[in-house]
Nanobody
Framework: VQLQASGGGLVQAGSSLRLSCAAS????????VAWFRQAPGKAREFVAA????????IYASSVKGRFTISRDRAKNTLALQMSSLKPEDTAVYYC??????????????????WGQGTLVTVSS
């Protein structure tokens, strides 16, 4: 599985931004897909995921209602639509895929495949 994230940039607070992740060798029936982020000096944190078989969407409380995760099976891409961005959303965003179970979908260590990261900077 190979993942390549793109779409980051510098935006003002309140703006929207869409991140994309191109995937190859990925089976959505066996792999859950997710977005994580890492702010400077902080640990990597879970943002959102789509569970492999059911397609259930799971969100961190900090982004629920503002971010939407989606996958396009035909194009083999993963996306994160971000709206009402806040300065605290500033981070490097990573897409990930793995054969995780539902109870561990928020655990970064369960994902074996990662994109290279794309930087999102939200100015106040």
């Amino acid at each position: 599985v190979q993942l390549q994230a793109s779409g980051g940039g510098l935006v003002q607070a309140g703006s929207s931004l869409r991140l994309s992740c191109a995937a190859s060798g990925l089976s959505y029936s066996s792999h859950s897909v997710a977005w994580f982020r890492q702010a400077p000096g902080k640990a990597r944190e879970f943002v959102a995921a789509i569970f492999r078989s059911s397609g259930n969407e799971i969100y961190a409380s900090s982004v629920k209602g503002r971010f939407t995760i989606s996958r396009d099976r035909a194009k083999n891409t993963l996306a994160l639509q971000m709206s009402s961005l806040k300065p605290e959303d500033t981070a490097v965003y990573y897409c990930a895929a793995g054969r995780v179970i539902l109870s561990t979908v928020r655990d970064a260590e369960q994902y074996g495949n990662w994109g290279q990261g794309t930087l999102v900077t939200v100015s106040s």
